[in-house]
């Protein structure tokens, strides 16, 4: 249940620019929009031909990079798109998410990141890794930051999540978590204040704000109110993980958006 709270916290802080874009690069037509990584690649994961089940299942597909791309993509793919968050001003992105969908066995899949990804530069985490058959997850260290690689099985392909993060883009723009924690940024581009109600404490931003506001807060599950006048109240819940940054806007129509990730 939400409860409300005090009007102003001191937890929260100014944000120096409330606007974040999307900024997307799709690798094959099919890509576009704003979606969750895992189930936009879930989505895309089409059953493969016959031919192409049978190369994978009997090992004869050799997995090799894509040398148009600018992130390791097997050639073999058959769905890859590339996304980036960047706040405006700045070139380097705040996060940036590769969703493919391969027609190869998840091992062979786990085996081609792992030579190209050392590659890069990038250092794998022995913590915290999982390898099953029918998923993987790994965590690495990268020049910029840091990035997860998840893998799973769906309609005989094996789908790719690649996630990185940029430490010092996500500084720049102040909605780097406190460590152990996650960050919530609130920003307002309505013509009417704001009001933001979550974990025990309520925020308001005047309209056409030019900042927005960072809370910082424990990792978990919050539930949260957004009212804005003349609108439904939105009431939800937000799930934050350690080192994470996401975003609640009230639009410049006055409609509340969906939750975004930016970090």
């Not at 998923?135 to 790719?160: C, D, H, I, M, Y």
């Amino acid at each position: 249940m939400v409860r409300h709270g005090m009007k102003v916290s001191a937890q929260w802080r100014p944000v120096a620019c409330s606007l974040f874009l999307l900024a997307g690069s799709p690798i094959e037509a099919q890509a576009g929009g704003i979606m969750d990584v895992d189930v936009q690649a879930y989505r895309n994961c089409v059953a493969p031909s016959p031919l192409a089940r049978i190369k994978a299942a009997i090992g004869w597909q050799t997995l090799t990079p894509n040398p148009d791309k600018a992130v390791p993509v097997p050639t073999a793919s058959s769905f890859s798109s590339f996304n980036t968050t960047v706040t405006p001003g700045s070139k380097a992105p705040l996060r940036s998410t590769l969703e493919a969908c391969v027609p190869a066995k998840l091992g062979d899949v786990l085996a081609f990141y792992r030579t190209e990804l050392g590659k890069l530069g990038w250092q794998e985490k022995p913590d915290g890794a999982v390898i099953a058959a029918d998923q993987a997850q790994l965590a690495f260290t990268v020049p910029e930051g840091s990035a997860v690689l998840k893998l799973g099985r769906k309609n005989g392909n094996t789908s790719v999540s690649l996630v990185q993060k940029n430490s010092e883009a996500a500084t720049k723009a102040n909605v780097m978590p406190k460590p152990g924690q996650a960050a919530l940024v609130f920003a307002n581009s309505g013509d009417n204040e704001a009001e933001l109600t979550i974990n025990e404490q309520t925020i308001t931003i005047a309209y056409r704000r030019q900042h927005a506001l960072r809370l910082d807060l424990p990792p978990g599950e919050y539930s949260y109110e957004l009212r804005v006048p003349d609108h439904p109240t939105r009431t939800d819940t937000l799930t934050l993980a350690v080192g994470d940054a996401w975003e609640l806007t009230v639009g410049r129509d006055g409609a509340v958006q969906s939750p975004f990730h930016l970090y």
